[in-house]
């Protein structure tokens, strides 16, 4: 299927591992323009070496929750590139804390977090995406704003707020952008297998442990997603090829969640 992804330019947040890696590798292999960005150097020239984009790619050290920062990077890419068509916000992590645990600190850290990292990229690119014949923004979200847990009190309210924002601006974008949001469960990284690699050992393989872990979590696929599926998702959303989609949030979870 073609996605209609040839010479559009798209950036990607929090880009150099993981889902972002993942999600530049096929906006790349789909004929795209990518920029990554995230806070590590090092990391970000080794994301660059391994994606061999070539002339069609560039990586850049930026910090999301510093909208000077985010300036400067919006500036680059179009000094680079002429135009952007795609934001693909996907920098953050998960906060592990109930509510008794979690500091005022830690309050203010992971909703700032949250929703910073959202706000400042999108409210920069806004212009380059509404001069976009196809402007889109997918926020990478998770299963958590719908589906709270309870050793994750403060990260799932924060997501649950970023939802309801990407389905403000979903309606205060259109016609010129559209807003989508996916909803991301279970997926297989790098702290799963350091958990694996820390175990007593047992005799099972890493692949066996997932999946025992899955069914434990009563994932219905049985297994943890992976970082390329999520970002297939992604991309399509994205695309031009989703081009009368705006205001949704794709779960991509194998099935875990409880809601209709």
Not at 32 to 37: D, G, L, N, S
Not at 105 to 115: M, R, S, T
Not at 243 to 250: E, H, K, V, Y
Request: charged share 25%; proline share 3%.
């Amino acid at each position: 299927m073609d996605l209609g992804l040839s010479r559009r330019v798209a950036v990607v947040t929090g880009g150099s591992s993981g889902i972002g890696l993942a999600t530049a590798r096929r906006l790349l292999d789909d004929g795209a323009r990518v920029v990554i960005c995230g806070r590590d150097r090092d990391r970000l020239e080794a994301a660059r070496v391994e994606l061999a984009g070539g002339d069609r790619l560039q990586a850049e050290v930026c910090d999301v929750l510093d909208a000077a920062a985010v300036a400067g990077l919006a500036q680059r890419v179009i000094d680079r590139f002429g135009k952007v068509d795609m934001l693909v916000n996907n920098a953050g992590q998960a906060r592990l804390s109930t509510f008794a645990s979690t500091l005022d600190a830690d309050w203010d850290a992971e909703l700032k977090l949250k929703f910073f990292s959202v706000i400042h990229p999108t409210r920069t690119f806004l212009p380059h995406l509404q001069a976009s014949d196809a402007g889109s923004v997918v926020v990478v979200n998770s299963l958590l704003a719908r589906q709270p847990e309870p050793h994750m009190v403060c990260t799932s309210a924060a997501r649950a707020g970023v939802q309801n924002l990407v389905k403000s601006l979903s309606v205060e974008l259109a016609p010129r952008v559209r807003v989508n949001s996916i909803l991301i469960g279970t997926v297989n990284s790098g702290q799963w297998r350091r958990r694996y690699d820390e175990r007593a050992d047992d005799g099972m393989s890493y692949r066996d442990w997932l999946g025992a872990l899955a069914r434990k979590k009563g994932i219905p696929l049985e297994r943890f997603g992976e970082p390329e599926e999520t970002a297939a998702a992604i991309v399509f959303l994205a695309s031009p090829a989703a081009s009368f989609i705006t205001g949704a949030s794709l779960e991509v979870a194998g099935g875990v969640s409880r809601f209709a």
